[in-house]
Nanobody, 115 residues
Framework: QVQLVKSGGGLVQAGGSLRLSCAAS????????MGWYRQAPGKQRELVAS???????NIADSVKGRFTISRDNAKNIVYLQMNSLKPEDTAVYYC?????????WGQGTQVTVSS
């Protein structure tokens, strides 16, 4: 129901930018808050950003001012624009619906930021 497509993950130098994309089925996308999460090696998975069906966003303090989340309701895609990337942003990034339906975890996409 949620799959990471044309993810945009990869290797980037510190200070660079990447955009992640995540497509969902219409039934999930149109009725749920969508979220981006990440898990760095040896750390717990954390919520990076979320966006409601109405477009209200919540951004983690660790990435506030650098990351933005948006959604294209016509295409059922949620984006995570990541700017001014830092080595500590290196992680596997996941998306899923967060409310009211808590979606399953997909395969994720690796983002590696080199110093």
């Amino acid at each position: 129901q949620v799959q990471l497509v044309k993810s945009g993950g990869g290797l980037v130098q510190a200070g660079g930018s990447l955009r992640l994309s995540c497509a969902a089925s219409r039934s999930i996308f149109s009725t749920n808050t969508m979220g981006w999460y990440r898990q760095a090696p040896g750390k717990q998975r954390e919520l990076v950003a979320s966006i409601t069906t109405g477009g209200s966003t919540n951004i983690a303090d660790s990435v506030k001012g650098r990351f933005t989340i948006s959604r294209d309701n016509a295409k059922n895609i949620v984006y995570l624009q990541m700017n001014s990337l830092k080595p500590e942003d290196t992680a596997v990034y996941y998306c899923r619906s967060t409310w009211p339906v808590i979606g399953s975890w997909g395969q994720g996409t690796q983002v590696t930021v080199s110093s």
